[in-house]
């Protein structure tokens, strides 16, 4: 890949892998999943943003930075990201490999402890690698519900998940549509792309 002046070299390492297997075995479930998303997967997510939309883009759950950097290479300026992480060790990770985004170390299945952190102006798009299976129904239409009211109209919430039916159905608010199968990552993971009805 080549870089754009300014752009530092993706730095996706055999220690970032360690790492989130380590995140793994210390929740599996707030994790999800044993191995990181891929570069692939990564960059198809971040093909859902447009950098030219103003205001900060959300990310739930960044974990080792797969999709940070994924959006940064994307053209979203590093200063625009603000990142939800509840695990100290990835987010201690993160604040040194990404030092312009803002980070909150918390839950991001309970936003009305962080939204108040975030900085003001209506979020251009929502990108999140949370783990939505692991939890009840009703928390992930809770924390998709509650990041789209901070949006722009129109913004959306890209979600990924390793089943082909959506994390959440459609209804009560919520428009999804199913985006790309991308292969390349294990498990082979759909995109879905949420709104506001």
Known sequence: MESRPGMRP????????????RG??????????IAASSRALGR????????????PVLELGPGTGIFTRALIDAGIDEERLVLVEADRQ???????????????VGDAYAPEQWLPECPQ?????????????????EKRRKVIGACLDQARPGASFIQFTYRTAAPV?????????????????????????????
């Open 10 to 21: 993706w730095r996706h390492s055999i220690g970032d892998e360690l790492r989130f297997v």
């Open 24 to 33: 793994w075995l210390r929740a599996p479930l707030r994790t999800g999943a």
């Open 44 to 55: 198809r997510m971040a093909g859902f943003v447009d950098p030219a939309a103003p205001g």
């Open 169 to 197: 159905p459609a209804g009560r608010g919520l428009s999804a549509r199913p985006g790309p199968i991308v292969l390349r990552n294990l498990p082979p993971a759909r995109i879905w792309i949420y709104a506001k009805a």
């Open 121 to 137: 102006g209506p979020f251009s798009a929502i990108v999140s690698g949370l783990p939505l299976l692991t939890q009840p129904r």
């Open 90 to 104: 990835f987010a201690a990770h993160l604040r040194t490999a990404f030092p312009k985004a803002t980070l909150i």
